[in-house]
């Protein structure tokens, strides 16, 4: 059964939830006698000192926050400490907000899963007309990955001015005569795909891609602190920058290369915002059951088929890895980009949701993340 829920109420939910979260507040959460919030605290411990860049970490409980942590700051110059406000580069954890533009876009009846790269681009080489919107979303599209066919970055040149847009993602893929494989004939994920998602969302709607984000997804979640980042453009509020250890020495190494790009990986959030964005799947605020099945159905292949980050067979639908752990039924992802990880881990039959962000490059997310989720599974509701 869907759930339709008008403004008045989604806004009442909303409120409901960041009242719950304010009374939390930042830093470690209390209740610090409950084991399962002692062993995440240590976990978070473990990073160093809080004058380090660091993590945070919050669960929620059947839409409830269970946890709250975080550890270290957001920015080494200013020592901002990290809190449940401070915007972290999400990476791939993009992805699922990319592909819910396309899902709001296919249920409007202003696209289809079956469209075609060259019916959308009609400029796009012919490679691209077996090439489907539902191929891109699933990562059976066969297209090269932008990164391979970028040129060596030159260290002597500001990074900010070496980027790569998707606008410039798209030229390069144009500039190709062949896919890697037959459309659907194996799985591979592929930043280009997303990247070229997003440039559809923006031809299908006339609105730019930062733009649609914000009038179809945070804006009506109330995610104030989210933002798909254009430098120049916008900005991002309470915001950490990345940073990597060399020796016992932090360097800023905030972006890359291929940080401008904005389907694959360009979405910036919050802790907070994320538990709004985890309440929209729950209560079924932006997209229906009806308009999700298709979305978290596993993608089947002939060929090779999803492989998770460790390298194991796992399941993928519209910008969700799919496959259970420990046979409990979850959807998650995770993201990795220079400076940051972050990883979501939904467990939807337990009602239990970890979300870990962090801005230095030694964190594993997932592993972070599922430790975490363990601590409050075996507590049990």
């Not at 939390?24 to 860049?53: C, F, M, Q, V, Y």
């Not at 202003?110 to 191929?135: A, M, N, Q």
């Not at 297209?143 to 030229?171: C, F, H, R």
């Not at 399941?315 to 990883?343: C, I, K, Q, S, V």
Request: hydrophobic content about 40%; overall charge neutral.
């Amino acid at each position: 059964m869907t759930l339709s829920i008008g403004p008045a109420v989604k806004l009442a939910a909303v409120l409901v939830l960041a009242l719950a979260l304010a009374a939390w507040g930042s830093g470690l959460s209390p209740g610090t006698a409950d084991k399962p919030h002692k062993r995440a605290d240590a976990l978070l411990a473990k990073l160093g000192s809080p004058r380090e860049p660091g993590a945070g970490v919050i669960v929620l409980r059947d839409g409830q926050v269970a946890y709250i942590g975080t550890r270290g700051v957001g920015d080494m110059l200013a020592m901002r400490p990290i809190d449940g406000r401070t915007t972290f580069r999400l990476a791939s954890l993009s992805k699922a907000f990319t592909a819910t533009a396309v899902m709001l876009l296919v249920r409007d009846g202003k696209l289809s899963y079956e469209d075609s790269l060259t019916g959308i681009f009609p400029d796009f080489p012919e490679y691209g007309r077996g090439i489907t919107v539902r191929h891109l979303l699933t990562h059976t599209s066969g297209l090269p990955d932008y990164e391979d066919l970028m040129p060596a970055a030159d260290p002597s040149i500001p990074v900010e001015e070496t980027q790569i847009d998707d606008a410039g993602v798209l030229t390069l893929l144009k500039g190709q005569k062949a896919g890697w494989f037959a459309p659907g004939a194996l799985w591979r994920y592929s930043n280009s795909g997303y990247v070229v998602l997003g440039l559809i969302v923006e031809r299908v709607s006339g609105r730019s891609f930062p733009a649609f984000l914000e009038e179809r997804v945070f804006g009506p979640l109330r995610m104030s602190n989210t933002v798909a980042f254009v430098r120049g453009r916008n900005r991002v509020p309470d915001r950490a920058f990345g940073y990597t250890k060399e020796g016992d020495r932090w360097r800023f190494t905030d972006q890359s290369p291929t940080s401008a790009t904005l389907g694959d990986g360009g979405v910036y959030s919050s802790l907070y915002d994320m538990t709004l964005w985890d309440e929209a799947f729950r209560r079924n605020l932006l997209l229906g059951e009806a308009d999700l099945g298709e979305a978290l159905t596993p993608v089947r292949v002939p060929g090779k088929g999803p492989v998770g980050p460790d390298g194991k067979p796992a399941d993928y639908g519209f910008g969700w890895f799919l496959n259970a752990w420990r046979a409990r039924p979850r959807m998650w992802h995770y993201g990795e980009t220079r400076g940051f990880r972050t990883a979501i881990q939904r467990f939807t039959a337990d009602g239990l949701t970890v979300i870990v962000l962090a801005n230095r490059s030694d964190v594993d997310a997932t592993e972070m993340s599922l430790k975490v989720a363990d601590f409050f599974l075996k507590e049990g509701r």
